[in-house]
């Protein structure tokens, strides 16, 4: 059986307009969903809600995924407070989701593989029952059964406009869509564990691809998480990254990878350094990286 959300809308007392749902039939609570925002000439919505303990912490999930738990924690918290409910509509992506921030507009990117994975669970059907996943790939299916693809190796606009059909207006599908991925995180582990498994298999991928082409074997971790942090938000090129490695220092090295974007990120990069510092305080993060088995030792 699906679930049926309601959307309500209220304008807070700074002038806010709030959206919020309830499960129709079941008793469950209203939640809350997101804000609404413009965004230069888009209109979207937005949730950073840290409330619940819903946020990723790398000791919930170290004893699984041992040091790369710690590895991503600091981008998840420069990037949503690590918030499990991080959600934005309003830029070109159309939607974007995690604590990770996974964007749909990138073909087989983060957020099209993360929702392959979400849609192998069990309760799937029960939050999205028009979608399936038919040999690896997303598709529609309407009332008369006969199904559609909505992505594939060129293109994900149209998995985009079925979560968010524009980004001219907020829009019902829009809010249902989020109403979905809010209630289904808040209520399940598998969905936020599943959050931070994609999270890790990401960076991990990374660092296999990043330390090919910057040789990065036997590098200190803290040097590897700044060009996987760098190229994860892309304030920075390969090129700027291996300037900054060009020194016999590796301490110099992750001093010069700080300063790329430093001049329109300065919060961004001095949260990763400060949360950086306490995992190396608590000795946490005095690992290198082994390009052979590609793990930190």
């Not at 936020?192 to 590098?219: D, F, T």
């Not at 301490?251 to 306490?278: D, S, V, W």
């Amino acid at each position: 059986m699906a679930y049926d959300f309601k959307i309500r809308s209220a304008v807070t007392s700074t002038g806010k307009t709030a959206y919020y749902a309830k499960t129709t039939g079941l008793g469950d609570p209203e939640f809350f969903v997101a804000y609404k925002t413009k965004y230069e000439e888009r209109f979207g919505l937005y949730n950073v809600s840290v409330s619940n303990n819903l946020v990723y912490n790398a000791t919930d999930y170290v004893n699984e995924f041992g040091f790369w738990a710690y590895f991503i924690e600091a981008t998840a918290k420069v990037e949503s407070q690590g918030s499990f409910l991080c959600l934005n509509t309003y830029d070109r992506a159309y939607f974007t989701f995690g604590f990770m921030q996974f964007a749909a507009h990138v073909p087989n990117g983060d957020f099209v593989r993360f929702l392959r994975k979400l849609l192998t669970l069990p309760n799937a059907l029960e939050y999205f029952p028009r979608l399936r996943l038919i040999d690896d790939r997303i598709f529609y299916k309407n009332d008369a059964g006969a199904t559609s693809q909505l992505e594939n190796d060129s293109s994900s606009q149209k998995l985009m406009e079925y979560l968010n059909p524009t980004t001219n207006e907020v829009e019902q599908q829009e809010l249902i869509c989020s109403a979905r991925f809010i209630h289904w995180a808040t209520n399940d582990p598998k969905h936020r564990r599943l959050q931070v498994e994609h999270s890790i298999s990401l960076y991990k991928e990374n660092m296999k691809k990043y330390s090919k082409r910057l040789n990065l074997n036997g590098y200190p971790a803290k040097v590897c998480f700044m060009i996987c942090d760098i190229l994860h938000q892309g304030r920075g090129t390969y090129d700027r990254i291996s300037y900054a490695l060009d020194t016999d220092s590796h301490e110099k090295a992750f001093q010069n990878l700080c300063t790329i974007g430093n001049t329109h990120y300065p919060t961004r990069i001095n949260g990763l350094k400060a949360h950086l510092k306490k995992l190396e305080q608590a000795g946490l993060f005095n690992k290198k990286y082994k390009a052979d088995t590609n793990e930190f030792v």
